[in-house]
């Protein structure tokens, strides 16, 4: 019996060191560093529906479900360094799910140094700083969360408990609310559940599924504006401002992420050439199901890149089907196979777990980023309590804080920032905010993105934002800072202040009402 304790300890603290190195130890040398687009506009989210809350207003309308920035939105309420905060966040739930994925790949493979090789590789590779960017991205690894407590929930099951499956509809419910993107492993998980326990096993996973998503969906109409109308109207502009896929960029993205995980692919097709021949012997369809529900896990993700514009890190949700695949192998394998053959296998997968991950593990550990950060969890906490990013040896890395740090210096409390790009960060790091609740940018970039100027104009001239930039991330058919100019001038509100230039570039202008009364 107190072996039994002990085994179960002792595994318990493996997984939390594993968590702990693959998602922590990463993550804490960037939490400080400069932020990035991505980010940015997460933050921004968060910035404006807490600000939104607290002054007795709704959620904007025309803004997407964002319910990662609204769980998140508290932060600022806080006095410390939201950026900062929202990495730690993020970091959190990231060590989080990755203790459950390790459990995950545990209870699949049944082997612990198979778990530790492949899972842990597999982590270290989806919390390389080329994929997370410094953390608070988006809400994948908060959806990680639900997503994995579904499966492990799964992995429990029996025949008798089928009350389980009010609990993974639920959480599958969850962690697509918290990444829309997700919605297919929705349809995944039931058609495996229809299929291996029955229609009635299949009920309780869409009742679970449903009173969860009516409760948040619920509770969010409570705080927004418009119905279900609007919403819908939202991912269809939001649709509109995405670049669409090409080609190109596809292979390049994948072929990226591939570089990157290509010995877990290896791993992977190799187990699935040992699933068809197991089924070849065996004909056991229970097994063959197990390996597709993996299968589909590993392949459905591809959806996202093919539908909008593809990003490397779309292609590394694939991973954890991918891991599973070839730990349900190597169960199988260490069953059906003689000691010789399972001796041999496993030391052909350390070998392809050193090379494949040495090279990513080597340059994450040895770029600048890295050896230049402040690499301890102390420096990382009183980031918190001080605004790191107001240092000049950082705005060389990074254009977001040096224009920031201009419009701090032109601007007052009772400024008010219009964007004409997509650089939302810019809002959280000046702690300005667009002239309007009701999304801004949103509304802004979609009549720019249909090349309406006078509409454009109206808007400027109607609600007057002290300062307006040009810099940054731009749309389609206005690439370039003067290609703004005409629709400013024409408002004859604004004078030009400033010209950022970096490398003999012009990056953008800085306006401000000519009326402007302040330093």
Not at 357 to 382: E, G
Request: hydrophobic residues 50%.
């Amino acid at each position: 019996m107190n072996n039994i304790f002990n085994q179960k300890i002792l595994s318990l603290l493996i997984a939390i060191i594993v968590a702990i190195f693959t998602a922590g130890y990463l993550r804490v040398h960037f939490i400080t560093f400069f932020p990035e687009p991505d980010g940015g506009f997460y933050t921004y989210l968060a910035q404006e529906i807490h600000a939104a809350l607290s002054n007795g207003k709704n959620i904007p309308s025309n803004m997407h479900l964002a319910l990662y920035p609204l769980i998140t939105s508290w932060v600022f309420s806080l006095e410390i360094n939201q950026y900062i905060a929202l990495r730690w966040i993020d970091l959190l739930l990231a060590i989080f799910a990755s203790f459950l994925f390790y459990k995950i790949i545990l209870k699949e493979s049944g082997s612990t140094i198979f778990t530790i090789l492949l899972a842990g590789s597999a982590l270290l590779v989806m919390n390389d700083n080329n994929f997370i960017l410094f953390g608070f991205r988006n809400s994948i690894w908060a959806s990680y969360v639900p997503l994995f407590g579904a499966l492990i929930i799964w992995q429990s099951i029996s025949k008798v408990e089928n009350y389980k499956f009010y609990f993974i509809g639920a959480l599958v419910a969850f962690g697509i609310l918290l990444r829309e993107p997700f919605l297919p492993f929705f349809i995944l998980g039931g058609a495996s559940i229809l299929i291996a326990y029955g229609q009635a096993s299949f009920y309780r996973y869409i009742i679970g599924s449903a009173l969860l998503g009516f409760i948040v969906l619920g509770f969010l109409f409570i705080f927004r504006e418009g119905g279900l109308i609007e919403l819908i109207d939202s991912y269809i502009t939001l649709g509109n401002e995405t670049n669409k896929p090409t080609a190109n960029t596809f292979i390049n993205s994948g072929l990226f992420a591939l570089k990157a995980f290509w010995f877990g692919i290896f791993c992977s097709i190799i187990f699935i050439f040992y699933a068809i021949k197991l089924y070849w012997q065996n004909k056991n369809s229970l097994t063959i199901n197990r390996f597709l529900f993996w299968g589909f896990l590993a392949l459905i993700p591809l959806i996202e890149p093919l539908l909008k514009y593809p990003v490397y890190y779309h292609f590394l949700n694939c991973i954890p089907g991918l891991v599973g695949l070839s730990a349900l192998g190597w169960m199988h394998l260490s069953l059906n196979e003689s000691k010789k053959t399972k001796k041999y296998s496993m030391l052909i997968i350390i070998m392809i777990c050193i090379f494949g991950i040495y090279p990513n593990l080597s340059a994450s550990l040895n770029s600048k980023f890295f050896k230049d950060s402040k690499a301890s969890v102390s420096y990382a906490y009183n980031a918190l309590w001080i605004d790191i990013f107001r240092n000049e040896e950082v705005y060389k890395w990074s254009p977001h804080l040096h224009i920031a740090d201009i419009i701090r210096k032109v601007s007052n409390k009772d400024s008010t920032l219009g964007l004409l790009t997509s650089s939302h960060a810019l809002y959280p790091l000046t702690g300005l905010r667009p002239p309007i609740f009701k999304g801004w940018n949103t509304e802004l970039n979609s009549i720019l993105s249909e090349k309406e100027e006078d509409k454009a104009i109206d808007m400027l001239k109607k609600y007057q934002p002290t300062i307006i930039t040009t810099v940054m991330l731009r749309l389609p058919g206005f690439e370039k800072p003067e290609d703004f100019a005409s629709i400013i001038e024409k408002t004859n509100l604004y004078d030009k202040i400033f010209t950022i230039n970096a490398r003999n570039i012009t990056m953008g202008d800085i306006y401000r009402l000519k009326n402007f009364k302040g330093n």
